[in-house]
């Protein structure tokens, strides 16, 4: 009988720790959410860091892409949160789903442990009807019928604890659910608040939707942000610049040149801006267009169109999140308007790899992607480079 109860306490306390083990498990998503929780500090502190140039640079100087940075800076951080959100509500709800699945389980067990000891009572019951008799016969002395007693007791107790940590791991999980119940009905608090501040900010969207309307409306604010645009493209084309001054003397990426024509689109939307001068549609002025721009579906697929490796991705003005790849031979490819940038500078890419996702920052009013090919610091007509579009 010893041995019995012994060996059910010795499994009690084994599944108990199971069960705190299995609880304190790390959870599928966990790594994610870290990797995204640093991504939004890191995200804050270098949109914070920007601004602050930003001020120091322009001063009171009304901007109309410095407006529209600050709109995308704040969509950014927002976007960035909600998905954070959104990542500890799946993670809850799988524990949450978990733990239902243990807890069936526990109760199972503990209601067979109870009707064993129910069995185990009534028996005990009868026989201590008969105990006083039969310890009285069969006890050699009255030490040893006292050691008998003790023995019965004792049982009695192992047993009534076996059922209690059954009980008590059964309270802890209950205890642990209704945790993770609260935790999640905060999350979704949280989310709510999230998507409230969401619609803030679609405000300064239907905002910069007005100010980008004004750039085609008012030849003023067109004139201001041809300027603007100008000068941001002069920035841009000091960087590449810069970046072939920088090449280190390693062994050249060859081939590109061949590719011309035959080369993968980097992303299968619509075009809705062609390469080269462009009029305006009821002014009389003109901009050259560097590039081509492709409406996409916001959170498309960016791909990068032949091997290389990345030389920029950041922010910058008026392009938004941009993505610079070097593909040898003084050739660059642009990627700009992203929502989220999946490759770092120094890394090297293979053609028709995933580089980022399509978004709306930067001088666009709807999710879209804008695409350059530039020999050095020049810019090619991208169509020329790219497969015959379907």
């Known amino acids: ?208 939707t007005a100010l980008l309307a004004s750039v085609k409306g008012e030849k003023a604010t067109y004139e201001k942000m041809v300027v603007e645009l100008e000068d941001a493209a002069g920035h841009l084309r000091s960087l590449i610049q810069d970046l072939e001054r920088q090449r280190k003397a390693s062994q050249p990426l060859k081939g590109f040149v061949r590719e011309k024509g035959k080369l993968p689109w980097p992303n299968a939307g619509e075009i809705i801006a062609s390469f080269g001068k462009q009029k305006h549609p009821r002014f009389n002025a003109y901009i050259f267009r560097k590039g081509i721009e492709i409406r996409s579906e916001e959170g498309d697929k960016i791909r990068a ?20 790849l070097d593909h040898g031979e003084n050739y660059y490819s642009l990627y700009a308007h992203a929502e989220k940038l999946l490759v770092g500078v120094g890394e090297k890419v293979r053609k028709d790899q995933v580089i980022g996702l399509v978004g709306d920052t930067g001088f666009t009013g709807e999710s879209s992607l804008y695409f350059e090919i530039r020999h050095g610091s020049e810019p090619e007509d991208p169509v020329q480079w790219l497969q015959r579009h379907k």
């Open 1 to 208: 009988m010893r041995v019995y109860a012994a060996t059910i306490l010795w499994i009690v306390v084994f599944l108990s720790s199971e069960i705190l083990a299995h609880a304190g498990s790390t959870e599928p998503l966990t790594e994610k959410i870290q990797q995204e929780r640093q991504d939004l500090k890191k995200l804050q502190r270098t949109i914070e860091e920007k601004q602050r140039r930003r001020r120091e640079a322009e001063r009171k100087v009304n901007s109309v892409l410095s407006s529209l940075d600050e709109i995308d800076d704040r969509l950014r951080i927002k976007r960035q949160e909600l998905l954070l959100v959104d990542l500890n509500l799946k993670q809850r709800d799988y524990q949450l789903g978990r733990l239902k699945e243990e807890l069936a389980q526990r109760q199972e067990e503990i209601d067979m442990k109870k009707a064993a000891l129910r069995d185990r009572l009534r028996l005990m019951h009868k026989e201590r009807q008969e105990e006083p008799l039969r310890l009285l016969f069969l006890a050699k002395d009255p030490s040893d019928l006292f050691r008998r007693y003790q023995t019965l007791v004792w049982i009695s107790r192992k047993e009534g604890m076996i059922l209690e940590d059954y009980s008590a791991a059964y309270r802890r999980l209950a205890e642990k659910e209704l945790e993770i119940r609260q935790a999640r009905e905060g999350l979704l608090q949280d989310k709510e608040k999230l998507a409230q501040k969401l619609k803030e900010i679609e405000f300064d969207r239907r905002s910069k």
């Open 305 to 324: 169109i032949y091997d290389g490796t990345a030389v920029y991705a950041d922010w910058f003005k008026g392009y938004g999140l941009l993505m610079i």
